[in-house]
């Protein structure tokens, strides 16, 4: 087993929550870290995010401190188990400025290149910043609801208290399934590229729909496509994608979008490049 160590983490990404029969249900959390040169990702899994005490919880853009253990079993370099009752918020990084000066000294990639090392390599960089040269359409699709033993898996999470995990003898609402899926269409910076498509896994647009879940279902995707598609992607905005692979080895290439960076144009400009 990996010793532990002491991180510090600037949070870029929290995915929406998955079922999970142990946790309740678990977040991928995302980020770079900040305690070491040069700054490095970071990824920490699992997180039972809504099962942790609120003097836990933390947001996106918050800078944490963790004790973390590499997960040995993901070749992944940037995968950690994280000792969720270490996990303590030193600093909010509000602002675009703000968070400029961090991500300002994280190179961006694109994801051509992540696509070609993780097909080549177990072990490439599994985490990326990418800018998104040209936006060639998103697409909208009606989620289907949780499987059968997605299902099984929070039945089996209602019948748990918070007590069993963090002592306390509360816990979250079940798990609800967003009515949307998103996925972008979209060009990187590479020469020549392609085109690639990436599903949106990030909890904010999952948090979206929630806090709209009377809102009907054509006015919702008006309302999904105008914040997710014309806003972030406003041409004042410099956009770039968060990016991240699966660890199953079979679909180590394939990359989803894990979050959206739209600062606006003069902050994104201090990015380097690769």
């Not at 949070?11 to 249900?25: I, L």
């Not at 085109?195 to 979206?208: I, K, M, P, R, Y």
């Not at 972030?232 to 199953?248: C, I, L, Q, V």
């Amino acid at each position: 087993m990996a010793l532990p160590e002491s991180a510090r983490v600037l949070v870029v990404v929290k995915a929406t929550p998955q079922p999970s029969a142990k946790y309740g249900d678990t977040v991928c959390v995302a980020g770079i870290r900040i305690d070491v040169q040069p700054y490095r990702w970071i990824r920490l899994y699992p997180v039972p995010f809504r099962w942790m005490p609120a003097d836990g919880q933390f947001a996106k853009y918050d800078i944490i401190e963790a004790s973390v253990r590499r997960r040995t079993q993901d070749s992944r370099p940037e995968s950690y188990v994280p000792d969720v009752d270490s996990i303590r918020v030193v600093e909010k990084v509000e602002g675009w400025p703000h968070r400029g000066d961090y991500l300002g000294l994280v190179p961006t990639t694109t994801t051509c290149a992540l696509m070609a090392a993780a097909a080549a390599r177990h072990d490439a960089p599994s985490l990326g910043l990418i800018r998104v040269a040209i936006l060639d359409g998103i697409e909208l699709e009606d989620h289907l609801g949780w499987s059968a033993e997605e299902r099984a898996k929070i039945a089996q999470s209602m019948s748990m208290s918070e007590l069993d995990l963090f002592g306390s003898p509360t816990k979250p609402p079940a798990l609800r399934a967003p009515r949307l899926k998103l996925r972008y269409r979209y060009r990187c910076q590479e020469a020549g590229c392609p085109g690639h498509q990436g599903q949106n896994l990030d909890w904010e647009l999952t948090a979206f729909q929630n806090r709209h879940a009377r809102v009907p279902m054509p006015r919702l995707r008006e309302m999904v496509e105008d914040r997710f598609g014309r806003m972030m992607f406003d041409p004042k905005r410099s956009t770039a994608f968060y990016m991240g692979n699966f660890e199953a080895a079979i679909k180590r290439s394939r990359f989803s979008v894990l979050g959206t960076y739209y600062p606006p144009v003069e902050v994104a400009s201090k990015q380097p490049l690769f």
